[in-house]
């Protein structure tokens, strides 16, 4: 962290990306914070931007214009339909912003533009999928009550109200898309949102603010502030909140759960994944190698559900190991403008150097390297993409999210065991069967225990919901389960007759 000048520091306070601001109550504010975050690009290693610190006084003055515009303001008493509305503009001011929005996000990150280049579409499908359920909003709610009201007949009118203001804070992995799967069921809901990104990827999230004002969403139902951990637990705590929603890590969504649960305050968490690929004995490779690295690897094995523990039929275990291999070995890696580009930088410093320990780890406790596991010369953070093959439960590789471009492929003998493998780890998140007997892939699925998986693909469905089961988190996003995590409802007894 630097403040910007001083020995060993980088000026930027000259340069566009030195941001000083935070976007409060409809526009962006000079921060009175004095503290500053660089931003770094992991492809080269280099700060190229900072960013403030929010102060105490940055972040009461956004909350204060989130409860004014909440308490006060038109967004909670305009129609759903109207907000709706509000909800579509703002889907295409989102995607009139795409390619500056992935050139962001890929300099903050490091995540190829083969990704980065649908983080605009992909937002803006989600906003306009909850626009369409403003009709769950509207809809007459009325239900008798069983068995008579005390007397004569009644009968409940059900209403679904905001929760009142929403702290949002997000991941670095994707510091889109994982906002605005909170921020579209909120803003539907009546709500109004203060967003913190990560510290890492403060920047890119910026386009989506200005993207909700262009679009006409009221001043102060939307504000973004930027900083660290402690902003974060600020937030959470914060007497002018009434609802988180958190994607990260478990060990950090254990204390905001806690800090929740103290506070009596609705929390969604959507939190860390071990998922398994659970390859049948009849499987198709061809099939299977053409949706690998997006099911397995994807975002260079920086995603949260994807399976990136592969448990393979001893009696095809070698091939499917070579084929693995194969695939990743042969699959580009560098610079993450270049179109063609698979696999990016691990997106920061710390990150790196967790995979790095990871991977040591697999050396000491024997597990076969089939390709990779080295960092590469020069400058940024990239890992060779590595495939752990002859992997045991007990490993650590086994057990702990690594979050880095590392597959570990483990044998089984008969469909129990790898069962009972795909289920003994403490999370929950994710989960493919790839089999050509697509009924019995689906049998082995609901045998799973995890809140969503695939049968020879994975994706996640806007309109099903997605969330973590044990320690993959609590609560879920998507779909109208996910709309619900934002309304506080209230049944009105009343007489029928």
């Not at 967004?75 to 759903?80: D, G, H, K, V, Y």
């Not at 994707?174 to 809901?189: E, H, Q, S």
């Not at 993450?336 to 710390?350: D, I």
């Not at 998986?453 to 609590?474: C, K, L, Q, T, W």
């Amino acid at each position: 962290m630097s403040d910007g000048s001083g020995p060993g520091t980088t000026d930027y306070r000259n340069d566009p990306w030195h941001t000083g601001d935070h976007f409060i109550d409809g526009e962006w504010r000079p921060s009175t914070g004095t503290g500053r975050i660089e931003v770094v690009n992991p492809a080269t290693g280099e700060a190229w931007a900072s960013v403030p610190v929010a102060s105490t006084e940055d972040l009461d003055a956004a909350m204060v214009a989130a409860r004014r515009a909440f308490d006060e303001g038109p967004w909670p008493r305009m129609a759903p339909s109207e907000r709706a509305g509000v909800l579509l503009r703002f889907a295409d001011e989102v995607e009139a912003r795409a390619e500056a929005l992935s050139a962001t996000n890929t300099r903050e990150n490091g995540s190829p533009v083969a990704e980065t280049g649908g983080a605009a579409a992909n937002a803006a499908g989600i906003l306009r999928y909850f626009a369409t359920l403003a009709g769950h909003l509207e809809r007459e709610d009325v239900r008798p009550f069983p068995h008579g009201g005390g007397g004569g007949s009644a009968e409940s009118v059900v209403r679904r109200d905001p929760l009142g203001v929403c702290a949002l804070i997000a991941p670095w992995n994707f510091p889109i898309n994982l906002v605005v799967i909170k921020l579209a069921p909120a803003l539907l809901a009546g709500n109004t949102v203060v967003i913190k990104p990560a510290s890492p990827t403060p920047l890119s999230i910026r386009h989506i603010v200005e993207a909700a004002a262009a679009a006409g969403v009221p001043p102060g139902v939307v504000n973004l502030v930027t900083g660290n951990g402690r902003t974060g637990d600020a937030m959470v705590r914060h007497p002018q909140v009434d609802k988180v929603a958190f994607t990260g890590s478990t060990e950090v969504g254990r204390r905001i759960a806690a800090a929740c649960g103290e506070l009596l305050r609705p929390v969604t968490l959507e939190l860390g994944g071990k998922s398994a690929a659970i390859l049948l004995d009849d499987v198709d490779l061809d099939a299977f190698a053409r949706v690998f690295v997006r099911s397995c690897m994807r975002n260079s094995g920086q995603t949260c559900y994807i399976s990136t523990r592969i448990l393979a039929p001893r009696s095809r275990y070698e091939e499917i190991v070579a084929r693995i291999t194969e695939v990743v070995a042969g699959a580009p890696q560098g610079d993450p403008f270049e179109p063609g580009t698979v696999f990016g930088p691990v997106a920061n410093r710390a990150q790196y150097d967790s995979v790095l320990d990871h991977l040591a780890s697999a050396r000491a406790e024997g597990a076969r390297f089939a390709t990779g596991g080295d960092p590469l010369p020069g400058p940024g953070f990239f890992i060779a993409p590595t495939v752990l093959a002859d992997v045991s439960p007990e490993m650590r590789v086994a057990r702990e999210e690594i979050f880095g471009p590392v597959v570990t492929i483990q044998p089984y003998g008969d469909l129990d065991e790898a069962i009972g493998i795909a289920n003994s780890t403490p999370f929950g998140l994710g989960g493919i069967v790839f089999s050509v007997d697509e009924q019995r892939a689906f049998e082995v699925a609901e045998r799973i225990d995890s809140g969503s998986v695939g049968i020879n693909f994975f994706a996640s469905n806007h309109a099903a919901p997605f969330g973590g089961r044990h320690d993959s988190g609590m609560g879920v996003e998507y779909g109208i389960e996910g709309l619900e995590q934002y309304i506080a409802f209230k049944s009105i007894h009343r007489r029928a007759d």
